[in-house]
């Protein structure tokens, strides 16, 4: 970096200049936009070092990640040779497709192997790691101020994003309790909403659906005015994943719940409700008129690039995978449109569900002061805010960076109506399910049983009974 | 100098005792059973256990429950008749077709050693990239399959995504995968047979059909015995086409054996109840294999009597 870019971006991290100066300024000095943004961060990093927190205590020190294919994983790895300028560590990573990351986190992790000291992770997933005794509860490293940055902020992570990385461990534990323990921190995470094609909506007089009801209407009046096309993405497979996005988001607008927690702390299903047959059956009904032919093999790929090639009218899904299919090489590129979506029109807000990735810090790690230094720089503020500005960490989890005017200026010119959607639903996102033991199980059977409804293989009213009485039983037999 | 070459290794040379032998030439065998037995036993003691990685507190021997449970479970019910519904389909219709297509291309000549070899490339194709490649033939969207059902005046056909016609589906995808390995199998035996029963036959005018039925398959028996125990054996432990294509749904339509152990395992961890699932898939795939193992020795005696 020479000097005068250096002047330039100490001047824009200082606040003494804009976006527009710094561009103007560096392109006057043949640098890209992009190596702008490495060169901001850069001076980011240094001043990052100038508040008395010693970030060279374990230089020298090499760790290794274990990191799922992301966007996410891409903005880290950009900003990567910040971290080792900053702390002189080395930083060795294995990144693996989303389809087999968790079968390697477990394979790792359940043989007690050290060569991972930091790993990402969802928070549903910790609450395996956790009781399993496999990752750290990272409370005692964020409050100790000989180990944390004092600009590391914790509290400026957002409150339900936060709260839903933390669990006390006890089945039905309220996430965030008192007495919970942290067992990742979010580095990024994704709300469930409607992006519909605004091309399609457009040209078909349709309007963005408010409600479950019209939700259905809209799907079927937008399959009927499309040839070929379906009217609405949702997933189906036979997996838990079905359960958490569109469909639990909605879900839990009417007030229902996965599992009750009696006074005595026991478990019971709470999914065969009459409130909770009455939206089981609309949403059958949704997938059978409206939804994809294949929905029963459908997974967050296809529901997103069913919507990216116009081939569905709109998807309840993850608002992150609407941002994407939005992008350069998608045939309905820059036509997408997002829409916070509150299922029950009675309902105050939309209270989306909520997936997180985090970075969990491994039990086995023979370095673990060290591994929180990264950690600490991943989730930090410095770090977020290059993620959301310069590359597609989105939605980042702090609300810093929700308020930084460059970023919301980048969602807003090329998303439309993301940055509202977000503000809208923001404050009602958070993990809705209940943390327990059994909750891969669970939800993976509840989407066996959806399969088996919209096959019209069981009436809903029986099969949810059948679902709640299942439940319970292995409930019982866990003892919880 | 070069007596010191030359007696050196005369010095070094080290003797076997005659003892000792028959245990070191078995040693590598020895090693690579025990590579075996471990991870077997190892998968024997947790299915004795309560252990579900999730609750470690909960873990302890609750010796035979796990099987005992599988006796009301209806979900292991599901598994057993799913499991053996697919071994038995497919192993059927690719000895059907398998026959088939040897006994049309049993003449030597370029064009059957032609269409032999390319008939092999299924079989050279990951199972798992088959299914891949079968799952984008049947979308109901814009797979070429579904237009010729289309066509065909299925509309709206929907292949592995509907549980009248998953089973169908991925029962299809196996056999273009494993119908070359029984058709290669059996050209290689029909080729190997004796001559002198079918000229004898040809010089006093036996009718085809009875020549098939009463020469050619009876000796063609211990081939087909082979091919039949290694395509069940395959079969009843088939996880590859069933996950990639569906991971077991539509509902529990498809949760063979090796599909719920690894959903048990790696996204319930409940190892326990998967290595018990394990354990009956070994138990029925080595009755399987000795009842199929014992007639083929009973066959090859029986023939070589009759030599």
Known sequence: ?480 | MSDATTSAPRARRFKVSRQLLPYLLSLPALLTCIGILIPFLTAVWYSLQRYRLSQPWNRGFNWGQNYLNFMTDSAFWNTLKVSMTYAFATVALELLLGLGIALLLQKRNRFNNFVSIMLLMPLMTAPALASLMWKLMTNPGFGILSYFATLLGFEDFRWASDPKTAMMTVVIVDIWVYTPFIMILLLAGLRSLPKQPFEAAALDGVPRPFVFWRITLPMLTPFLLTATLFRVIESIQQFDIIYAMTQGGPGDKLTVFQVEAYLNFFQSTNVGRSAALLMILWAITYTLSNIFIKNWLRLREKQRGNA
Not at chain 1, 388 to 409: C, I
Not at chain 1, 441 to 446: K, Q, R, Y
């Open chain 1, 1 to 480: 970096m020479s000097k005068k870019e250096k002047q330039l971006a100490e001047a824009f991290v200082a606040g003494k200049i804009g976006r527009r100066e710094l561009i103007k300024g560096m392109s006057a000095l043949g640098v890209t936009a992009a190596t702008a943004g490495v060169l901001v961060n850069a001076a980011a990093t240094q001043a990052l070092a100038q508040n008395g927190f010693d970030w060279k205590k374990h230089d020298g020190t090499s760790i290794k990640l274990l990191l799922n294919k992301h966007p996410y994983t891409d903005a880290m790895i950009a900003n990567l040779e910040n971290f080792k300028v900053l702390t002189g560590m080395d930083v060795q990573y294995d990144v693996f497709p989303e389809d087999v990351y968790f079968d390697k986190v477990t394979a790792a992790l359940s043989s007690g192997s050290s060569e991972y000291d930091a790993f990402m992770t969802g928070a549903y997933m910790t609450w395996t790691y956790g009781p399993a005794g496999w990752c750290d509860d990272l409370n005692e490293y964020i409050s100790d101020a000989s180990k944390t940055n004092p600009d590391y902020n914790w509290e400026d992570v957002l409150e339900g994003v936060r709260k839903s990385c933390a669990w006390n461990g006890r089945p039905g534990g309220a996430l965030g309790s008192d007495d919970a323990k942290q067992w990742c921190i979010p580095l990024a995470y994704e709300q469930n909403n409607l992006t519909y094609n605004k091309r399609i909506f457009d040209a078909n007089g349709l309007a963005v659906p408010t409600n479950l009801d019209e939700l259905l209407g809209t799907a079927a009046a937008a399959k009927s005015a499309m040839n070929g096309g379906y009217g609405i993405g949702v997933r189906g497979s036979r997996s838990w994943a079905t359960i958490h996005p569109g469909f639990l988001s909605g879900y839990t607008n009417f007030g229902q719940v996965d599992l009750n927690v009696g006074a005595d702390g026991k478990l019971t299903a709470a999914m065969n409700t009459d409130v909770s047959k009455q939206f089981h059956s609309k949403w059958v009904q949704m997938i059978q008129e409206s939804g994809a032919p294949d929905w029963s093999t459908h997974t967050w790929y296809q529901v997103g690039t069913d919507v990216g090639a116009g081939k569905s009218a709109m998807m309840f899904d993850a608002d992150i995978l609407g941002y994407f299919m939005n992008g350069a090489g998608n045939a309905e590129a820059g036509n997408l449109a997002f829409s916070a979506f509150k299922a029950n029109p009675d309902a105050a807000a939309p209270t989306p569900n909520i997936w997180i990735w985090s970075m969990s810090m491994s039990s086995f790690s023979k370095q673990k002061d060290a591994a929180w230094y990264f950690l600490q720089w991943a989730t930090g503020p410095e770090h977020d805010l290059f993620g959301a500005r310069e590359m597609d960490l989105v939605n980042p989890a702090r609300s810093s960076v929700w308020a930084d005017e460059m970023f919301r200026n980048k969602l807003s010119n090329s998303y439309s109506g993301y940055v509202e959607m977000h503000d809208v639903s923001a404050p009602g996102a958070s993990i809705k399910f209940t943390a327990q033991p059994l909750f891969f199980d669970l939800t993976t059977e509840w989407a066996a049983t959806l399969q088996k409804m919209v096959a019209k293989e069981v009436p809903v009213d029986e099969g949810l009974d059948m679902l709640a009485e299942s439940v319970n039983r292995q409930l019982n037999e866990a003892g919880l």
